[in-house]
């Protein structure tokens, strides 16, 4: 015994529903043997996935979550996710082994400045050889009734698997998938890991030096090609992506999707013009409901790929965005609201971008598009800039000009998120005017403060937000039905014009959201 080592646990603190810094990363990643995990054991056992130690009976038990497998586990630091996740062994093939990509955001999420996520593993990583149908069949563990719509629903808790664990996660606020990349990529046949022998140079005599320390070993990751998608892979994933959208926008309106774009491969059309081929695969034509695309308010998009401290690990040294990105949007909460652009925060670990993107490819729009939009209008790009690499865009893919920044999505996930608290508390209360004068000054109290804070634009209160919920916002079968309907109208200091938004509490106690004038960019 060479001497003593100390792992310190804390106790896993219930999360705030008020947070918008949480993140839920789901994916793939292997589970430590040895992992001390005492406190995550007895945070699933009071959330009903795993019998206690003590043998009390969990009533949602899983076999599954012995092997913290298919379950959220909350993690609030890097340290502690490298306790329970063997991070770094993730086999390329016999010879080669390096990290898998859900750890690398999980990563790149704290040390760009987060502080609170669940980590939701649903297989273990495959190898850098597996075929395509051994990767597209773990697609439906990350996202459970692919192709078709997200098959867990919010009463049936067994139904819950991959992304449909946000169901009973109500302070996440961002959804990440970042193996999805390598899931559409395409099919590898061999990696080469011969290192090349230098030829032998014949003796002879040199001036004496002084004795210079030994190379450092050859890292074979970065010659591996990162992974790579053609035509088919981007079908793929667009039919994801408008799933999970499909998903968040009738179970969780409160929540984004922060999806890292594949890239391209080097053959393809789409590296040549990438914003026509997105057009083109009519990701930006229509609504959800409509239409299979990926045009939505609840969908952020991030490209390109980076390299940082922790990409070393990885093929090519790169590693997809999501995981940063999430970071930068969780610091930004903690630090300056969600309601303010990440577009002004610098960030703390990327060094360098892949691939460089030129003005035209960032700046020139679609010339078959309705709009003027252009690639860094629909897409977060991160970008060089004179005090490095940054996040240069803050931006939804949807339709809409008034829904296109991202923080105006937040704020409105802010309001979503009061007037979803109100209506767990209020669930019982008899549907009358002291209700609705209740939830009113509720939700008044939130939009002042936004409007306090700057969120908001007008010289007054009055000028920059409107409340209202009593007999003219809801019909006589609503009464009858038990449903509560609230108006909501605020200009958000970002935007040009105001936004109406109308909430539904159900009798149960469940809140939807319909906005005026924007419904298609949200639905």
């Not at 829904?403 to 009358?432: C, K, W």
């Amino acid at each position: 015994m060479r001497g003593l080592s100390f792992q310190s646990q804390k106790p896993v603190i219930p999360g705030s529903p008020n947070r918008m810094d949480v993140a839920c990363f789901v994916g793939l990643v292997d589970l430590r043997d040895d992992a001390p995990r005492e406190d995550i054991n007895q945070w699933l056992y009071e959330q009903s996935w795993l019998n206690s130690a003590q043998g009390f009976a969990a009533t949602y038990h899983r076999d599954s979550a012995e092997d913290l497998l298919d379950v959220p586990v909350p993690i609030e630091s890097w340290e502690r996710f490298t306790q329970l996740f063997e991070w770094n062994q993730r086999e390329f093939n016999a010879d080669l082994s390096g990290a898998a990509y859900l750890a690398t955001a999980v990563r790149a999420f704290f040390a760009q400045g987060g502080r609170r996520c669940y980590v939701v593993r649903v297989a273990s990583p495959l190898s850098l050889l597996a075929d395509e149908t051994e990767r597209h069949q773990l697609i439906a563990n990350l996202v459970p009734g692919f192709p078709s719509q997200v098959s867990s629903i919010t009463p049936d808790r067994s139904s819950w698997a991959g992304v449909g664990h946000l169901l009973g996660l109500p302070d996440v606020t961002m959804l990440c998938l970042p193996d999805l990349p390598d899931l559409v990529r395409i099919t590898v046949t061999d990696i080469d890991t011969d290192i090349p022998t230098q030829g032998t140079l014949p003796e002879q005599f040199v001036v004496c030096s002084d004795p210079v320390a030994a190379p450092p070993p050859d890292n074979l990751l970065e010659a591996l090609p990162a992974p790579t998608s053609d035509a088919a892979g981007f079908s793929l994933w667009g039919n994801v992506i408008h799933q999970l959208a499909l998903f968040l926008s009738d179970h969780r309106r409160d929540v984004q999707l922060i999806a890292a774009i594949p890239l391209p491969d080097n053959s393809s059309e789409q590296l040549i013009d990438f914003f026509g081929f997105m057009h083109e695969q009519s990701w930006f034509n229509g609504n959800l409901n409509s239409n299979p695309g990926i045009a939505s308010a609840f969908v952020q998009l991030c490209y390109p790929w980076l390299r940082s401290a922790g990409s070393d690990l990885l093929p090519q040294h790169l590693e997809p965005p999501d995981g940063s990105l999430a970071g930068l949007l969780a610091r930004n909460a903690i630090t300056r609201g969600a309601f303010r652009s990440v577009t002004a925060l610098n960030q703390r670990d990327v060094r360098d971008i892949y691939p460089a993107l030129s003005q035209q490819q960032q700046f020139t729009p679609y010339a078959e598009a309705a709009d003027s939009a252009t690639l860094i209008d629909r897409v977060s790009l991160f970008g060089h800039s004179l005090n490095g690499v940054r996040v240069l865009s803050d931006v939804t893919t949807s339709d809409s000009s008034a829904h296109r920044p991202a923080n105006i999505n937040r704020i409105i996930s802010m309001v979503v998120r009061s007037a979803r608290l109100a209506g767990e508390e209020y669930v019982f209360e008899s549907n009358g005017e002291r209700l609705w004068s209740e939830i009113t000054q509720r939700l008044n109290d939130v939009l002042r403060i936004l409007f306090d804070l700057g969120a908001l634009r007008g010289e007054e209160p009055e000028d920059a937000f409107f409340v209202r919920c009593d007999k003219t916002t809801m019909s006589q079968q609503d009464l009858d039905s038990g449903r509560v309907i609230v108006e909501v109208e605020f200009n958000p200091a970002a935007s040009i014009e105001s936004i109406a938004v109308i909430l539904s509490m159900q009798q149960s106690g469940q809140v939807s959201l319909k906005s005026i004038g924007i419904e298609q960019a949200v639905a």
